[in-house]
């Protein structure tokens, strides 16, 4: 399949300078159109790990300690950037904050258009750095750590949800499956290389509202906890995590299958950052090409947190006539984006 009709043109003609600070991850990116320039990151990881999960004013700090050098470092790769894009919604207030000043900072002091971005629309919208990009509309499944949701992309800008998680996202019973078996922080990736050497078979642990348009991960969480309780030292952890991996693997897998069949689409998209996890992407690249759906899924650096993403979606809002004032606020929760006026 060839690039959309005209999908390039809907994204800004000249090098923008994106920003995001919304959880743990501090991170600046050029992107021109859809195209990715460069993109930097700088992980919180670390420092979290001790504490097993983000502390927000932890985080927050330590975006306010990262974000200058890596926005120099940016802006040493493209000194000429025609505007700023700039995370504001949904994450951690105060961590948001940190990357909404400096953005406002740089935009009042280089005369630029400021943006806001739908956390969200950034993962959404990621396919789109794909040399062959998605087709509109496509079903997209985007499965983070805040976040496990079917979205129809009508359009770019204009999105229809159509299954969320009633509890819990996806990713986060990967980091507290993790947490439980002692593979640390962030966990979905320690799973997947956990799971490498075990047997999926192993443990029973529950898929939960089989048949609904709906997730639900928090009784999965409790199960591997009386798992843990259970077996103690006895427990094998590489079958665990493979139990584990296979349990999120086969909710998500079958219901982004019930949903493609449900819509008829034609196209589905895989975004997040636990779109990273190989079992997953390879899941679903057996069920596309059953169904004979094409599937789109952005290099690893573009399913976890990433300004590139952001970067994407300012883009198209900024082609769109979007501008923000600096009066520009954070946002803890927010519905998904709505589509440009
Ligand atoms: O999109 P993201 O970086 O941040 C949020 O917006 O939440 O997603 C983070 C989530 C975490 O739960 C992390 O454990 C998970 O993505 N993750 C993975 C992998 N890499 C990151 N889950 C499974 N397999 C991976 N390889
Ligand atoms: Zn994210």
Known sequence: MGTPQGVDARFFA???LAIETSCDETATAIVHGRRVLASFVASQVEMHRKWGGVVPEAAARAHLEALL???AEALASCPQVSAVAVTNRPGLVGALSTGLTAAKALAWSRKLPLV???HLEGHLLS???LDAPPPLPHLSLVVSGGHTELVLVRDLGDYALLAETLDDAAGEALDKGARLL????????????AAASGDPRRYKLPRAL???PAFSFAGLKTAMLRLVEKEGSSISVADAAASLQAAVVDSLSEKAVAAIEREGARALSLVGG???NLALRERLARECARLGVELFVPPVELCTDNAAMIGIAGSFRL????RAAYDLDAFGAAELPRPPR
Do not use: C, K, N
């Not at 962030?186 to 290389?193: F, K, L, S, V």
């Not at 082609?319 to 979007?322: D, I, M, R, W």
């Open 182 to 193: 002692g593979l640390g922080y962030p966990g979905g990736r320690a799973i997947q290389e």
């Open 14 to 16: 000249e090098p923008i």
């Open 274 to 276: 636990v779109a990273a």
């Open 210 to 212: 089989r048949g609904e």
């Open 319 to 322: 082609a769109s006539g979007q």
């Open 116 to 118: 806001g971005v739908h």
């Open 127 to 129: 396919p789109f750095a």
């Open 69 to 71: 050098p890596l926005i």
